[in-house]
């Protein structure tokens, strides 16, 4: 059994798909202008190496884990924003089918709650440090950014069409 976490995503121009929607959302959170969509273009790039140099990083565009770490906020039910849009992507990603899931309105309320600490109950079956308290910090941030299906040790999750996340058999 597996006590850790896959790494981050690496992404970079050319990149599409997930989580390029969920990074946006968190550069917008950090001050960038950004429209928010699947594809990692140029201004994306431009946007990517302002924020790497901000915080002192190699700025050549690529998110690495390092990137991640420093890009990724707390949320936690009552906030708002992109930020929160970020965590609810993850989750709409996560259900599998457009529109399903968690509604992407940056606004973590008691839904996105729910599917958050569902999400870590889930999570802490095989990592027992995690902690069942609704707040998407470091270690949840880094969790729901993995695949469809994240597997952990002999456990599946999913996240199913009414958001709650939940072991499976990984037959889904």
Same mark, same amino acid.
Request: net charge neutral; with cysteine.
């Given at each position: 059994?597996?006590?850790?976490?896959?790494?981050?995503?690496?992404?970079?121009?050319?990149?599409?798909?997930?989580?390029? !929607? #969920?990074?946006?959302?968190?550069? !917008?959170? !950090?001050?960038?202008? $950004?429209?928010?969509? %699947? *594809?990692?273009? =140029?201004?994306?790039?431009?946007?990517?190496?302002?924020?790497?140099?901000?915080? %002192?990083?190699?700025?050549?565009?690529?998110?690495?884990? +390092? #990137?991640?770490?420093?890009?990724? *906020?707390?949320?936690?039910?009552?906030?708002?924003? @992109? =930020?929160?849009?970020? /965590? +609810?992507?993850?989750?709409?990603?996560?259900?599998?089918?457009? %529109?399903?899931?968690?509604?992407? @309105?940056?606004?973590?309320?008691?839904? #996105? @709650?729910?599917?958050? !600490?569902?999400? +870590?109950?889930? $999570?802490?079956? @095989? *990592?027992?440090? /995690?902690? /069942?308290?609704?707040?998407?910090?470091?270690? #949840?941030?880094?969790?729901?950014? +993995?695949?469809?299906?994240?597997? *952990?040790?002999?456990?599946?999750?999913?996240?199913?069409?009414?958001?709650?996340?939940?072991?499976?058999?990984?037959?889904?």
């Amino acid at each position: 059994m597996s006590n850790t976490l896959g790494p981050w995503p690496v992404v970079q121009n050319g990149s599409q798909g997930h989580p390029i !929607r #969920t990074l946006k959302f968190l550069l !917008r959170a !950090r001050g960038h202008n $950004l429209a928010v969509d %699947g *594809i990692f273009g =140029a201004v994306t790039e431009a946007a990517v190496k302002a924020f790497q140099t901000g915080k %002192g990083m190699t700025a050549d565009g690529v998110v690495v884990p +390092q #990137t991640w770490s420093a890009l990724i *906020i707390q949320a936690k039910k009552g906030n708002s924003g @992109d =930020a929160v849009r970020g /965590v +609810q992507e993850e989750f709409q990603f996560r259900s599998g089918e457009p %529109g399903k899931g968690l509604t992407v @309105d940056g606004i973590f309320g008691p839904q #996105t @709650d729910s599917t958050v !600490r569902g999400f +870590q109950h889930a $999570l802490s079956l @095989d *990592i027992p440090s /995690v902690t /069942v308290d609704g707040i998407v910090g470091p270690v #949840t941030w880094q969790a729901v950014g +993995q695949r469809h299906v994240v597997g *952990i040790g002999t456990n599946k999750y999913v996240t199913t069409e009414s958001g709650f996340t939940e072991a499976c058999d990984g037959r889904t």
